[in-house]
């Protein structure tokens, strides 16, 4: 079973920036789709954004298009989710997750049956 373990998480203020990291216990990215999803307290889990580790093509949920980024690492198997402009709205607890390649990048939870412990994003004045 893949192993993940996000880290990055922290508090910040409207309008700044955090970057959270995904470590993976995989010798290659090659074969998955690393996607990153969030849950705020009373809120169902969304999708956030999803890379595939063979190429590098990513896909983004509407609520977070043009401010976040993410990006991968294969020689270090992590995947980064770089977050600029926070909200409030963003305030989550954000896990990265792992599937197959067997589809293209999506946010469907049920595609991604490993899971990490997930790292807290607190965006507050």
């Known amino acids: 079973q893949v192993q993940l373990v996000e880290s990055g998480g922290g508090l910040v203020q409207p309008g700044g920036s955090l970057r959270l990291s995904c470590a993976a216990s995989?010798?290659?990215?090659?074969?998955?789709?690393i996607a990153w999803f969030r849950q705020a307290p009373g809120k169902e889990r969304e999708g956030v954004s999803c890379?595939?580790?063979?190429?590098?093509?990513?896909y983004y949920a509407d609520s977070v298009k043009g401010r976040f980024t993410i990006s991968r690492d294969n020689a270090q198997t992590t995947v980064y989710l770089e977050m600029s402009s926070l909200t409030p709205e963003d305030t989550a607890i954000y896990y990265c997750?792992?599937?197959?390649?067997?589809?293209?990048?999506?946010?469907?939870?049920?595609?991604?049956?490993?899971w990490g412990q997930g790292t807290q994003v607190t965006v507050s004045s």
């Open positions: 995989l010798s290659t990215l090659d074969y998955y789709r």
């Open positions: 890379i595939k580790g063979s190429d590098g093509s990513t």
């Open positions: 997750a792992s599937g197959n390649t067997y589809f293209d990048c999506s946010l469907y939870p049920v595609e991604y049956p490993n």
